[in-house]
């Protein structure tokens, strides 16, 4: 048999015993109508007084607001609770026409006058707010005795509701005594109805109630598991099972919302602790390519999917140059002005707002304008460089935070190469002529003569001195000393150039070291040094300084010393070539031979 022939057989039987019971229903239907009555009593008494309570508590609450705050919206909400409550106290005046007696119309009277007294109190304090008496208005409405007028309102009103709720059980307790006797009749009509309302309702719990819960049961259990990427069932009726299903479908999307933020602070620790470890390695860096290493090696991992180039600020030429990118930006130039960017005429990020309408930097491709930020490497309030960041997007892009924290640790390691270079060249360089100068030397040879020997190669020196260099300070001052110097330096560096190093040995004194040159070949190079010198035409002011010469000792490694006398052995040559009248070119074997 089908289930719609039963479901049809069971309600016609059904019908039946209804209209039977409906019969002695209505011979009881006096007594309810009377308990119903005062149901409906209760409900408009709990109604009223349920709405001067909640608008007493809702005005005291807005007034202590204002007076702490000062906002004129709680102000204005204060007015309108205001006139809502005289609304609610004028239709309590009408309570005795719905049923209410005199005494509980006394007691409650008497909780509206405390109420009023509280909204004098109220409208006090708001007045003094505006005369400016913040501080009394406050001590009013939070002072003790505005606490207990409230208190004393709060039992007047419960009260009240004791009074009525013991005349209502007193007149429903009348009424079900009444139609006790007529509804046992009835009920024994309605358990019948009853047995074959259960039989219909069992097939329909089993399709609509039992089959949902075991799938929403099976969902809930993989839920508890974490196992968010269960598909929740839709079930569109509207009911209890249709509020399970929406409840755990919210669930599902909490549970989802909390793992990607577990993601995103995940993803936010790693960033610090990469962060971190490249400033510790930007800390160790020696040089410049140690920089850029780091920087080519860590930027890609702090922000995924960016790419970047970083640039460093020239003196000379003005310009800005590339010196690392990473992930294959789009094409930039490798040098520009540095006015070309906004970030470095601002001296701060820029664009300030993704998204939001601004002026481009100059040196970017128009394709990747509206996705990109420029941060410029400050120290010491001066910018030193700049990184240019491309394809930024709010799903992949870290916090700008981390990008600008990830500039100032590039901008404080390009300073402190900087300084440390600029320390270095003071220390090795001299800083006249621009020539190694004598710390240098030690290591410089150290270096050459080890590899002189593990090679098996020469090495040759020259002593180079300017002759009668005390005379042209005597004549024309240690100014114009000073530029015959930097002349002769000039003349040495050009002609060693590639093949050597040129130290300022002394005051007037030079020495160049020649790797991989014997003899012959060094002998060679102090004669276009002797030349060049001799055919300066230097001048101080309007005197003529006159023609400048000098003397040269060569000696080479192995012929003439062993490696820890070659300076001694080119300085005997040059003494010798001062001893022989000066201007002159002295080879250490020329000693020999005599």
């Known amino acids: 048999m089908r289930i719609a022939t039963i479901t049809n057989w069971a309600y016609s039987a059904t019908v039946c015993l209804t209209i039977a019971s409906g019969v002695v229903m209505l011979m009881a239907s006096g007594a309810d109508n009377t308990e119903r009555q005062a149901v409906e009593q209760r409900y408009i008494f709990d109604q009223l007084t349920e709405e001067v309570e909640i608008d ?34 004028h239709r309590l005046t009408k309570l005795k ?50 606490e207990q007028q409230l208190e004393r309102a709060q039992a007047q009103i419960d009260h009240f509701r004791q009074m009525l709720d013991t005349r209502v059980r007193h007149a429903i307790k009348e009424a079900t005594q009444a139609s006790r006797t007529l509804r046992t009749l009835s009920e024994v009509m309605v358990g019948l109805t009853a047995l074959l309302f259960l039989f219909v309702l069992g097939f329909i719990l089993k399709r609509r109630v039992l089959r949902p819960v075991v799938r929403l049961s099976d969902v809930v259990h993989r839920l508890a598991s974490q196992d968010y990427a269960v598909e929740t ?71 995924p999917g960016v790419a970047g180039q970083l640039y460093i600020l020239d003196r000379e030429p003005w310009q800005m140059r590339c010196v690392a990118k990473w ?93 440390r270079d600029a320390l270095l060249e003071k220390a090795l360089y001299d800083p006249l002529t621009g020539l190694r100068n004598r710390h240098h030397l030690e290591d410089t040879l150290r270096s050459q003569m080890s590899h002189a020997i593990r090679h098996k190669e020469a090495v040759s020196c020259l002593m180079i001195d300017i002759d009668h260099f005390k005379n042209i300070n005597d004549r024309f001052g240690h100014e114009a000393g000073d530029g015959v110097i930097k002349s002769v330096a000039a003349v040495i560096q050009r002609v060693v150039h590639d093949s050597g190093m040129a130290f300022r040995y002394g005051g007037e004194e030079f020495l160049v070291l020649l790797p991989d040159m014997n003899e012959e070949a060094a002998n060679r190079l102090a004669t276009d040094i002797y030349n060049g010198v001799h055919e300066l035409a230097l001048r101080f002011g309007v005197s003529d300084i006159g023609p400048i010469d000098v003397s040269i000792g060569v000696a080479s490694y192995p012929l003439h010393a062993q490696s820890d006398n070659l300076l001694r052995a080119a300085d005997v040559a040059l003494y010798r070539a001062k001893a022989l009248g000066r201007s002159r ?4 074997s020329m000693l020999e031979a005599s």
């Open 327 to 419: 992930l294959s930006p789009q094409t930039e130039a490798e040098t520009f002005h540095p006015d070309e960017c906004w970030a470095v005429r601002r001296g701060q990020s820029h664009p300030p707002v993704n998204g939001e309408p601004d002026i481009t930097c100059y040196h970017l491709p128009a394709s990747c304008q509206d996705h990109s930020l420029c941060v410029p490497l400050i120290a010491q309030g001066e910018a030193i460089g700049l990184l240019s960041l491309q394809n930024l997007s709010d799903e992949t892009t870290p916090s700008r935070a981390y990008l600008e924290l990830m500039a100032e640790a590039l901008g404080l390691a390009l300073a402190n190469q900087r300084l």
């Open 97 to 146: 026409d719905a049923g209410a007696t005199g005494e509980e119309l006394a007691l409650l009277h008497e909780g509206l006058q405390i109420i009023d007294a509280l909204q004098n109190e109220q409208e006090t304090a708001i007045s003094r707010v505006a005369r400016g008496e913040a501080s009394q208005a406050i001590a009013l409405l939070y002072g003790k005795p505005y």
């Open 233 to 303: 069932p839709n079930f569109s009726q509207i009911d209890e099972i249709g509020d399970m299903a929406q409840a755990i479908r919210i669930f599902r999307e909490n549970g989802l919302a909390r793992q990607r933020l577990e993601k995103e602070r995940d993803a936010d620790w790693a960033i610090r602790e990469l962060l971190a470890r490249m400033t510790q390695r930007l800390q160790g860096c020696e040089n410049f390519a140690d920089v850029v290493n780091v920087v080519e090696r860590f930027a890609p991992n702090i922000a």
């Open 56 to 89: 007493a508590w809702s005005l005291s609450d807005l007034a202590r607001l204002y007076v702490t705050t000062k906002d004129p919206a709680s102000l204005d909400t204060y007015r309108q609770k205001e006139t809502s409550l005289i609304n609610v106290e």
């Open 585 to 588: 070119i002295v080879s250490f």
